[in-house]
């Protein structure tokens, strides 16, 4: 590295001529602007929090209290059991659909069109009241012989139809009809060429699916996927119109009962929160391990680059 | 992985392939022997229908008439009754194995390393034992000099390097014909040569293989014939040392100005 290593004998390999280092110890250049902004935001959280805390209309002793309280904690779970079931069979039904979609047949392709166009386009709250009501329209359904046929099993709406199954109906199908749409732009976003390399080696069709498309497309589907089942925690709610026990009705039973609505409401609101911090924490774990040969992010390719990094000289 | 005596065998029959992209007909009537064991060397300029003939040969692209077997065998198709029958998917996927295809962009699967890259066939496919496979994957990578780099991911490698996975990749299905459709065009030019030197190593070794290329230099050391294709007919044909030498085509002398 030296000037006089290039007066090296000949047939040396000579290193080239290395710069000695510069370093930058810059002073920043003033920001009062920052400073005052931040002053304002911390003047205004302060002023936040003093009213909240000093305000007596808000009974932080009843909102402590009903935090644990047997009944919440069942709705807390009944809110859990809706938002998995229905994401999971969303994502069934999603995937269904986006390989219809994606289908040589033009009939899966209407039937699919139809029916992300039918659940999209009708609110869900209408949709949670029509199923919970189905019974109205038929009173009971069955397994045999379609049209007006014989029937093997045969149930009545009456039993079959709780709020909760209502609710998952509900909740699942119109999941289902978004994730549909998730799922087709993630399949979408392989690169073609994959395909035909999987062809090539002689993949069948689902097998180029299995091992070679979803797992990329994955990648693309993971995030949305994750914002909806947060979006899902908060849309159990509306289970409450047709009294689905989840968390916000248990919520609502009890502020009819005791008059403290602004505490229960708050009390729920506590919990949702709880439960989306723990699913955006889980989803940012998922979305790592989908990372995979991607190289920002993956911890396995920084375990392999290590060979790479600059030994200090 | 080829027989020693395949004199006079023929690996690819093409007769009258015609392939019409909506208003454009990309194939107007191509028929080609490729005898076992000879390596073709496909040239034309671009959009002269190069690539198309080879991707009709392992049926990514379905031609609009005529015929094409590998190995003996009609591609697409079985013939009964006096009437061709299109074949079940699974069916051409089984015909397809049999077929290695090497493509300009490498197509490695990004999130397998490059062992689990050339695992991916004989496993899923072949359904051999994974413990099998990897000792195979391994000598593979071996063979085109990445046994360092079993470990890496697609984007962890060079150009060149992907391209030699993706050569193994295929080769792990011990396909009895190799496709390579512009092997070299995506690639720096100093990474050039040692895809080719694995090329040139496959050659040698008996492999019949279709290379669609813009590498002159190729095709005149390793190619026992030249096809020269423009605007989708084969213009010229011959072995790669007379023809280079001595085009007999205005369109090839042209081109051949263009590309040396």
């Known amino acids: ?313 | 992985m080829n027989e020693p005596d395949d004199s006079g065998r023929l690996m690819v029959r093409m007769r009258a392939v015609r392939k019409r992209f909506g208003a454009v007909e990309v194939l107007k009537g191509i028929s080609l022997d490729v005898p076992a064991g000879e390596v073709v060397c496909v040239v034309g300029p671009s959009g002269s229908g190069k690539s198309t003939l080879l991707r009709c040969v392992n049926r990514l692209e379905t031609p609009d008439s005529g015929r094409i077997w590998v190995d003996g065998e009609l591609m697409g198709y079985a013939e009964r009754g006096g009437r061709l029958h299109a074949l079940r998917p699974a069916e051409l996927s089984r015909q397809r194995r049999g077929i290695g295809m090497v493509f300009q962009r490498f197509h490695l699967f990004p999130h397998r390393t490059a062992l689990e890259n050339v695992m991916e066939g004989p496993v899923t496919v072949l359904g051999t034992p994974a413990a099998r496979a990897r000792r195979e994957a391994a000598e593979l990578l071996e063979r085109v000099g990445l046994a360092d780099r079993a470990g890496h991911y697609p984007a962890q490698l060079s150009g060149g390097q992907q391209q030699r996975v993706a050569i193994a990749r295929s080769l792990a299905m011990r396909p009895k014909l190799m496709l390579f459709d512009e092997p070299t065009s995506a690639l720096d030019p100093e990474l050039v040569q040692e895809v080719l030197a694995v090329m040139r190593d496959l050659a040698a070794s008996g492999m019949t293989m279709m290379v669609v290329t813009h590498e002159m230099g190729f095709a005149r050391e390793v190619g026992d014939q030249l096809v020269f294709v423009d605007d989708g007919v084969i213009v010229e044909r011959g072995h790669p040392r007379e023809v280079l030498a001595a085009p007999r085509h205005e369109r090839l002398r042209a081109f051949l100005g263009q590309v040396l």
């Open chain 1, 1 to 313: 590295m030296t000037p006089d290593r290039a007066a090296a004998e000949p047939g040396d390999a000579v290193e080239p001529p290395v710069d000695p280092e510069l370093p930058v110890d810059a002073v920043r250049p003033p920001r009062p602007g920052r400073w005052l902004a931040a002053a304002a935001a911390i003047a205004f959280l302060a002023w936040l929090a003093y009213t909240i805390i000093v305000n007596e209309n808000l009974h932080w002793d009843v909102i402590v209290g009903y935090l644990g309280d047997g009944r919440i904690l069942g709705g807390l779970w009944v809110t859990i059991q809706l938002t998995v079931l229905s994401m999971v069979i969303g994502l069934v039904l999603g995937v269904l659909a986006a390989v219809m979609q994606l289908s040589d047949s033009p009939v899966l392709r209407a039937t699919s069109a139809l029916y992300t166009w039918f659940f999209r386009g009708t609110p869900l709250l209408v949709q949670l009241i029509f199923w919970f009501n189905i019974g109205l329209v038929f009173p009971s359904f069955g397994i045999g012989v379609p049209f007006d046929g014989p029937k093997l099993i045969e149930w009545q709406a009456n039993e079959v139809i709780t709020p909760f199954t209502a609710a998952l109906l509900g909740l699942a199908i119109n999941e289902g009809a978004y994730m549909a749409e998730i799922v087709r732009a993630g399949i979408r976003s392989v690169d073609p060429g994959q395909r035909e390399a999987a062809e090539s080696l002689g993949m069948s069709h689902r097998q180029v699916l299995r091992r070679v498309v979803l797992p990329q497309a994955m990648r693309v589907i993971i995030p949305p996927t994750g914002n909806q089942f947060i979006s899902m925690l908060k849309t159990t709610s509306m289970v409450s119109v047709i009294a689905g026990a989840e968390l916000l009705t248990v919520a609502q039973r009890i502020y009819l009962g005791n008059f403290e609505v602004i505490a229960m409401l708050i009390v729920a609101s506590i919990w949702y929160m709880v439960l989306t911090t723990v699913a955006s924490v889980g989803q940012h774990f998922i979305e790592k391990r989908f990372e995979r040969g991607h190289a920002r992010l993956s911890t396995r390719v920084r375990r392999n680059l290590r060979p790479f990094a600059k030994e200090p000289a």
